[in-house]
């Protein structure tokens, strides 16, 4: 079974940054697509980031494009976002999740995931 576990969430004042990460355990995540996604209270689970398997392909939400970045570690079964310049409309619970796909390039593809982590809170003040 595969097993979820994020942290690196905390409180930080607006133009901050933060690291998450990830640790996968049941299954080596060379073979999934990892995307981050968030939900803010009163709002719709949305997509942050997806990285493909080898990392070729990376894909973000307009919102954070040009601040966080996706990468992944595949030999610590560890997928990370790193979040620059953080808004206070960043404030959400950050969710890691896994998907498997035929083609590398679907990764973006957020209906695709079904692993999902706890999750883990990130707070921005202005």
């Known amino acids: 079974q595969v097993r979820l576990v994020e942290s690196g969430g905390g409180s930080v004042q607006a133009g901050g940054s933060l690291r998450l990460s990830c640790e996968v355990s049941?299954?080596?995540?060379?073979?999934?697509?990892m995307g981050w996604f968030r939900q803010a209270p009163g709002k719709e689970r949305e997509g942050v980031a997806t990285?493909?398997?080898?990392?070729?392909?990376?894909d973000y939400a307009d919102s954070v494009k040009d601040r966080f970045t996706i990468s992944r570690d595949n030999a610590k079964n560890t997928v990370y976002l790193q979040m620059n310049s953080l808004k206070p409309e960043d404030t959400a619970v950050y969710y890691c999740?896994?998907?498997?796909?035929?083609?590398?390039?679907?990764?973006?593809?957020?209906?695709?995931?079904?692993?999902w982590g706890q999750g883990t809170q990130v707070t921005v003040s202005s």
């Open positions: 049941g299954s080596t995540i060379s073979n999934y697509c």
């Open positions: 990285i493909s398997p080898g990392s070729t392909f990376t």
């Open positions: 999740a896994a998907a498997q796909v035929v083609f590398a390039s679907d990764c973006h593809r957020r209906g695709r995931y079904n692993y």
